[in-house]
């Protein structure tokens, strides 16, 4: 039973099986059976051909985990770039891609509101979910004190009103103020036809999704962000590959941005526009592109190495963190001074939030043998992640300069595996972080 289903799931809505989801999928199909009626011999074929019917089954096995303010780092960045697009242009707009309840967009206009109402005025919110429970309980704007965990008081008081026991309702700035639509992600890029977006918020919910279903969803966010516009992940999610992805630049784990050129200009993001064709500027090829130049020091590893590290890297990129550090380990024990090895190791530390021991990771990629300025970045963001904020700044300055006095299009990654970038790049990603952090 329920193998037709499973297909259709994985190839019509990208949904990715996942362990143990056998007895959760018998359940949701036969709770759709007997909400239709269905005749038993041909309720498998049925569901599968009817989107409505499948779409019913996918929503009875989503993760509609959620909570205000929740990884409250990145929807301050998403508020800073939402200010910035008002200051420039004089409205701004979002969407928050799987948005479970809506506690993801409301904190993003609670955070707007709390900097200024008439910011939060002329933001425009949009927010999505396949699950239409969650949409229901969005629209009515009233959550349970689960939904509120971690919420300050001050916060309470601020954007909630207590309507009962275990209930509150968000006040009137924010209330009706979201746009949520009972869709998915996929038919909802389609919906939104030419219309672009200053922030993307797509966080925890690609690890539910295929790769193919993943890409997808990637390629049409990437074509809706505007001109220094943001798309946000959580830094468990995994990330597209940069090389299939010219037009998004990494400016912080989960925390991708529109290509931004020294001077401010954009210079592949809008290129990349869906149905623009534009030319690549030659001065920006992708830094992947080229050969790897290795830095002083590093020593030349067998392919038999490189490709174990690959390997690990993908296992990260698909989102199984521990796995990935857990082989890298291995790889560092037999070669711990191994740049690349070091490097990579500390990035997935990162993602997975042990700070100290990524910074040490970091650290060592420049006592190997000269300082990488992508390393460097890095480990700017596990200090700022340890509170040790001046610091961080201290070295995001020194790292503005140096990257300052290279050619635009000088590969700044070394070596390193996943390290491409050039220098405009990551001056981009350093700037940001300075505004963010100063
Ligand atoms: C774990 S929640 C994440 C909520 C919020 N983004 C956050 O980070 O707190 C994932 C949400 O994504 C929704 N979802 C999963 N796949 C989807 C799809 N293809 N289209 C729309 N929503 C989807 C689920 O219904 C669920 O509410």
Redesign the pocket.
Known sequence: MSAVIEAALQSR???LARGGWQAELMRAVSDVVDRHALASESAETRIADDPRLLREV??RL??????FF??NDQLERARDVLIGAIERNGSARFW??????G??PYSVLALLHEHSPGFAARTEAWA????AE?IATARAGVYSAWSLRGVTEGRKVTHFETVGANAYAVKPHLAGKVNFTH??????LVQFGAMQFDVI?????G???TAE?RHE?WTGMQGRLSRDGVLLM?STDPLPRRSLFPGLVFANVGAIETATGANGQPERGVALQAGTKRATPTRLRPASRKPLRRGAGTPTRGTQFEQRIEHALRVADRGDLVQASSLLDAIVEERADDRAARFARGRVLLALGDHESALRDLSSVNDHGGAVPVADYYATMCLSQLGRTDVAVRRLRALEDRLRSLAPDACVGGSLPHGDCTACELLGAVRSDLRRLT
């Open positions: 809505l990208g949904f996918a929503e989503t993760v509609a985990e959620s909570y929740r990884q928050s891609a799987g948005c479970s309840r506690e993801e999505t979910d396949i699950n969650c869709s998915t992600i996929q038919e909802q918020l797509f966080r925890n919910v690890i539910y999704l279903a969803v959580a």
